[in-house]
């Protein structure tokens, strides 16, 4: 008889996002009439940038094509592309990555859950709290967190680091020694960012004691201060601890194109006597060419579009309209008595319930009497309970009526 991986059946009930839309779907059943305003996830709502749409065409074409057709991808991806994103995105702002130290995927969202393959079972793994959910549940599919406790909504063998409002949602250096550190910045949900500095110390601190951080960089392009840096290889020895996460769906509204890549520098490796010499580069190269078979071509030089002088212009009107509704959002909700952050370098508000709401009372008080969904800030981790995450990712029409109708309740 076959046997099934014990691990997923620790998975508290369905995933946060899965649960919003079933309330979304059950509510608009009931409520036909009503018209919901969704700014809950962060999908994006503006059309492709022209350059982005041209590329497209153009490889379309080429595909039709003997002479141009275009099968598997390379394992790491394109060279035209992975080029770019080494000079623009790393070069660029003075870090040493090279081309063959990106890999092209076709999302964040996997990749973060797939690297967590590479490590052995018994690593401890430390997520900010509130946190993205993928990287905890893809470590419970993994058999590395422990037993769960609903009364706290935390996972034993799980390392939490708070980041609340008292230490301006940036975690504290952890005093408990975790393998593998998860951070987030830009942070989603929060919106809260680590000056150059702060993420200095948290490079120093994983170099200094043997650990792997996983940086997701998915909102770089939404910084506007000028301390935070865009990668974490703005550190010095990050070479040395870090894989990078970055994806095309919100700095080029790829969410329903799929394109991201990961960053595996080809320093970062260890000595064990039992096994030798590891190199977290080479491993994550089989696996990669093992598991998965490279992003389109097609999508690949849509990709090598967003570095064209024509679509960094476009998109960078697509980050400032996103950017305008967030401003939308922190003002008219601080305007009607909120406490709000983020906002600033991301697309994410992360405001206080009012009167003492728990996190799904506010999110059913909200979608009943101003039919507008965001995301129940505990869904995110237990310091999240008592906040609530609204992006600025829908259309500026629909950002503004939402706040009109939550400024009059």
């Known amino acids: ?151 706290t909504g935390t996972w034993s063998d799980v390392i939490y680091m708070p980041c609340t409002e008292e230490n301006g949602f940036v975690p504290e250096l952890s005093p408990y020694d975790p393998d593998i550190i998860y951070l987030c910045f830009p942070n989603n949900p929060t919106g809260g960012v680590m000056t150059k500095d702060q993420l200095q110390r948290w490079v120093d601190y994983a170099n200094k004691n043997s650990a792997v951080i996983i940086y997701d960089a998915a909102y770089e392009a939404y910084i506007t201060e000028a301390d935070i840096p865009h990668s974490i290889y703005e550190c010095k020895g990050a070479q040395y601890c870090a894989i990078e996460l970055r994806s095309f769906s919100k700095n080029a509204g790829f969410t329903g194109v799929r394109l991201a890549y990961t960053v595996v520098p080809k320093a970062l490796g260890f000595y064990s006597s039992s096994i030798g010499n590891a190199s977290l580069h080479d491993m994550w190269a089989r696996r990669h060419g093992t598991k998965y078979n490279g992003a389109p071509y097609i999508i690949q030089k849509a990709g090598a579009a967003v570095y064209s002088d024509a679509g960094k212009a476009q998109l960078k009107e697509q980050v400032a309209y996103y950017m305008n509704n967030a401003r939308i959002i922190k003002e008219g909700l601080t305007d009607a008595g909120y406490k709000c952050t983020g906002g600033v370098n991301a697309p994410y508000i992360w405001l206080k319930t009012p009167d003492g709401m728990t996190s799904w009372e506010f999110f059913d008080y909200l979608l009943d009497t101003a039919h507008v969904v965001g995301t129940p800030g505990s869904g995110f981790g237990p310091a999240g309970e008592g906040y609530f995450r609204l992006t600025a990712f829908g259309s500026k029409e629909n950002t503004e009526r939402a706040i009109e109708r939550i400024s009059k309740i």
Not at 58 to 71: N, P
């Open 1 to 151: 008889m076959y046997k099934v991986n014990k691990n997923f059946l620790k998975l508290p009930g369905s995933y946060l996002f899965s649960t919003i839309a079933r309330k979304i779907r059950e509510y608009q059943e009931a409520h036909p009439d009503e018209e919901v305003i969704r700014l809950g996830i962060g999908d994006v709502t503006q059309p492709l940038a022209p350059a982005i749409v041209d590329a497209l065409h153009a490889a379309v074409d080429e595909m039709a094509s003997a002479e141009s057709f275009h099968g598997y991808a390379p394992d790491l991806g394109y060279e035209f592309l992975r080029e770019l994103i080494a000079r623009e995105d790393y070069q660029a702002r003075g870090c040493d990555i090279a081309p063959d130290e990106i890999f092209v995927s076709d999302g964040a969202k996997c990749d973060s859950a797939n690297i967590q393959e590479l490590f052995s079972q018994d690593n401890r793994i430390a997520v900010c709290d509130p946190v993205y959910p993928v990287y905890v549940d893809s470590n419970v599919m993994a058999g590395r967190t422990g037993n769960y406790d609903p009364e």
